[in-house]
């Protein structure tokens, strides 16, 4: 599964290096740009499926993804957990609010209340845009069996603990990643690429750009 995962990404161009920012606000040397993966729908079929098979075992009844990206990846999870289950899973997601937090809106925590939840998402750094969503289906009366990424980029420090529910993952990818005051890459004047990820918006908050 590690080998597929990585494959899929490299072979969408998803994995990029250079000097990127991430949601969490940490720099890094290799960035997943779903942008680039998640046009390929036999490819996010793949990864949902991959999802599904690795938590066929639980008695699923919704799967949970955060906006943006993550609401492509549940859909798939949900279709292909359907599938394998021989009944209905839904797909719902939560919506990102002006302040970076995650919340359900449309009527979806009505949904999700009283139900077993799989959280699905793209990749983690920090753990900390994931654990929003966990506690949001907390909130709303869902029960978190299980959070899944499709990549882990830090295995020590992106746990259980940090997300607050049962926590796994399809791929470990690793790599470096440096708090603003401690980024390696700014220390070396490596360029911070603009196009992806949210260094365009840190560069902004700098006044150099």
Known sequence: MQEEVIDILKKTGAVLEG???GVSGR???VYVNKDAFLPHTEAVSRIGELFAEKNKHLPVDIVVGPAVGGIILSQWTAYHLSKLLGREVLSIYTEK?????QVFRRGYDKVVEGKNVLIVEDTTTTGGSVRKVVDKVKVAGGNVLQVTVMTNRDTTSVTEETVGAPFSWLAILAADSYAEEECQLCKANVPVNTNVGHGKKFLEAKGLA
Do not use: L
């Open 27 to 29: 720099h890094m040397k």
């Open 19 to 21: 000097h990127f920012v």
């Open 97 to 101: 609010t002006p302040e970076s937090d």
